[in-house]
């Protein structure tokens, strides 16, 4: 009976003891969201303008001149660079002004492809090569790359060269964007201050400012 006792015990105990771990079967691993396409400089792509979508039609005030850009901060310092364009360089007819374009039929790793996101316009778009300019509309266009410390591009620095394309070259989640966007807009809102105030490009401080980011970008 002690022995019986014993064995009815040790099954009792066998019973409550948990069972010999298993693996569970390994599920499959779950698919990371699929990354939307950007440009070159990292911005979201846009399949239209003005439905569905961070690009619309803008104004460029005082000019009379009306581009597809991506709506915020971009707006903001690429209708600058447009005005000061306008006002200082050369008059534009609506014609030598445009923006967002599908990607289709631009070089997807190029800086073209920043057209695409509406972070680009091209400014006399037939006029890319180079020697476009004549050298004291070089130096004036220097001077709004300097205005807009290195957070636009002008294609004239780049290879191929596009001197008709002006572009942001800074990423979505780069502070200087909104940095610069803010500084724009508060001096439109300040009387002798913004695009359209004759400035000096000859000075001396500005042409030591420009001929830095010239070669900042230059070697980027």
């Not at 569905?52 to 901060?73: H, Y």
Request: with cysteine.
């Amino acid at each position: 009976m002690r022995t019986a006792g014993v064995i009815t015990a040790a099954a009792a105990v066998g019973s409550l003891a948990p069972g010999t771990a298993t693996a569970a079967p390994a599920s499959a691993p779950l698919s990371a969201p699929k990354k939307a396409p950007t440009s070159a400089n990292g911005w979201t792509l846009e399949k239209e303008a003005n439905h569905v979508s961070t690009v619309w039609t803008r104004s460029v005030p005082g000019t009379g001149l009306e581009v597809d850009v991506r709506i915020g901060d971009v707006e903001a310092i690429l209708l600058h660079v447009v005005r000061r364009y306008h006002y200082e360089v050369e008059q534009l007819p609506r014609v030598d002004l445009a923006g967002w374009q599908r990607i289709d039929g631009l070089k997807k790793d190029g800086p073209e492809s920043n057209l695409a996101s509406g972070t680009a316009v091209r400014i006399r778009p037939g006029a890319g090569a180079s020697g476009s300019l004549f050298p004291l509309q070089v130096l004036t266009v220097r001077d709004i790359l300097a205005d807009c410390e290195g957070v636009v591009r002008w294609g004239g620095d780049d290879s191929p060269v596009d001197e008709s394309l002006f572009y942001i070259d800074r990423g979505p989640d780069d502070a200087s964007v909104r940095e610069l966007a803010d500084r724009l807009r508060r001096a439109e809102a300040t009387p002798g201050e913004g695009a359209g105030v004759t400035v000096d490009v000859l000075a001396p401080s500005r042409r030591d400012r420009a001929k830095r980011l010239v070669k900042e970008q230059r070697a980027n």
